[in-house]
Structure formats: structure tokens, C-alpha cells
T-cell receptor, first 116, second 117 residues
Framework: GNSVTQMEGPVTLSEEAFLTINCTYTATGYPSLFWYVQYPGEGLQLLLKATKADDKGSNKGFEATYRKETTSFHLEKGSVQVSDSAVYFCALSESAGGTSYGKLTFGQGTILTVHP | KAGVTQTPRYLIKTRGQQVTLSCSPISGHRSVSWYQQTPGQGLQFLFEYFSETQRNKGNFPGRFSGRQFSNSRSEMNVSTLELGDSALYLC????????????????FGPGTRLTVT
């Protein structure tokens, strides 16, 4: 079955530091890949997505590139802010003709804390 | 446009009872998915409904069930509650239009926090 593995957390950074959160996946088909963010007491918000190999998703300074050869979708940001403190989830959904778009498989989540 | 709403936001139940959670999707969205979030197991897919039919199902016991109404609103029910059912239950909706990849993006509600004592 499908699975997503994220780097162990939590991650603690100083403001303006560089962020990388690793994500690798295993999928039987050709999945779409997502990063979601969850702020305390809230649901998940879609941060960015990529639907095919070499696609780069980007939003709010965050970027991730769909690497089919390494089955990875690492999240990066060049300069983090205190307001980026949250839990980040990597996820995949099946695509390409399947009927499983409504089923997301999530990684375990990475807690990010940014200090001033 | 209003987002996904879930009611109630917080719920406390006793072991053995049953509970019903409600989800109203974004207007026009046709697919509703449910997830369970716990510290130990993380986010796990429960089921997905589309056009009042269950289209996908996760690996949860039969005590967990759901349904979708003609207006796309959805409910999930958990019978014979166990302590381990304590979790944040998240609902997500998507437009789900064939041929439009963007329409498959899922938008999440704030969740219902269920505590079983």
C-alpha cells in the first residue's frame, strides 16, 4: 500500500534560518503530492502541491519539488518566521484514472518551532 | 465563500455510547472525506463519500460509519465508543470534477474533538 515517511521532529530554528523537512513516499501508482500545515487548534491547510515528476509546488516562500527518481518531496523555505511555527504534514493521493482522489495518506507530521 | 464547517467542535462521551458528527462542505463541493487524528496513529483516512455513495473506505472497524445527503452534507457515526476513539475527527471536502486536477484539492474543517471517558 501507499505510505509517507517524514523526518523525525520536532524541528527548532531561529528566525531567518533555512528550513528543510524531508519527505519520502511509497506508492503503487503515480500519486499527487501535498504539503499541509496545521496551526494550533485548527484543521489542515493546503500549503502546496505537485502532480507530476519535476513539478515544483510553491506558496508563501515554501517550495517542494516532486522527485520521482528518489520518491521524495522535501519541503524548503529560505528564511523562516515565528509565524511559521506549526505542524507540517506531507501527503499523497492516488491519481491517473483512479477513484482514490478523496483518500489522502499522510506522514506522521513534523512540529516546527521558530524562535525570535 | 464559507469554509468547511464541523459540528460540534467539542464532545465528551462515555464508553459504550454512540456519537454522530456533522460536516458541511464548501458550497458546490461534492466529495467529503473523514480522517481521524490521534497523537499515536497520526492522521488516518476513515472514508470518503461522493454523490451519497461511499467511494473509499479506510481500515477501521464497522463501528465507524458515515453517510452523505443529497446536499453533500455528511455525518459520521461511531457506535459503542471505546477510550481509543478519543481523537480529533477532521472532515475535508473537494469539488471533484472529472478532468480538473485542481478540483481534487481537499479543504479541511477545524475538526471535532471527541473525548471518551
Amino acid at each position: 500500500g501507499n505510505s509517507v515517511t517524514q523526518m523525525e521532529g520536532p524541528v527548532t530554528l531561529s528566525e531567518e534560518a533555512f528550513l528543510t523537512i524531508n519527505c519520502t513516499y511509497t506508492a503503487t501508482g503515480y500519486p499527487s503530492l501535498f504539503w499541509y500545515v496545521q496551526y494550533p487548534g485548527e484543521g489542515l491547510q493546503l500549503l502546496l502541491k505537485a502532480t507530476k515528476a519535476d513539478d515544483k509546488g510553491s506558496n508563501k516562500g515554501f517550495e517542494a519539488t516532486y522527485r520521482k527518481e528518489t520518491t521524495s518531496f522535501h519541503l524548503e523555505k529560505g528564511s523562516v518566521q515565528v509565524s511559521d511555527s506549526a505542524v507540517y504534514f506531507c501527503a499523497l493521493s492516488e491519481s491517473a484514472g483512479g477513484t482514490s482522489y478523496g483518500k489522502l495518506t499522510f506522514g506522521q507530521g513534523t512540529i516546527l518551532t521558530v524562535h525570535p | 465563500k464559507a469554509g468547511v464547517t464541523q459540528t460540534p467542535r467539542y464532545l465528551i462521551k462515555t464508553r459504550g455510547q454512540q456519537v454522530t458528527l456533522s460536516c458541511s462542505p464548501i458550497s458546490g463541493h461534492r466529495s467529503v472525506s473523514w480522517y481521524q487524528q490521534t497523537p499515536g496513529q497520526g492522521l488516518q483516512f476513515l472514508f470518503e463519500y461522493f454523490s451519497e455513495t461511499q467511494r473509499n473506505k479506510g481500515n477501521f472497524p464497522g463501528r465507524f460509519s458515515g453517510r452523505q445527503f443529497s446536499n453533500s452534507r455528511s455525518e459520521m457515526n461511531v457506535s459503542t465508543l471505546e477510550l481509543g476513539d478519543s481523537a480529533l475527527y477532521l472532515c475535508a471536502s473537494s469539488l471533484d470534477l472529472s478532468g480538473t486536477l485542481k478540483s481534487y484539492e481537499q479543504y479541511f474543517g477545524p475538526g471535532t474533538r471527541l473525548t471518551v471517558t
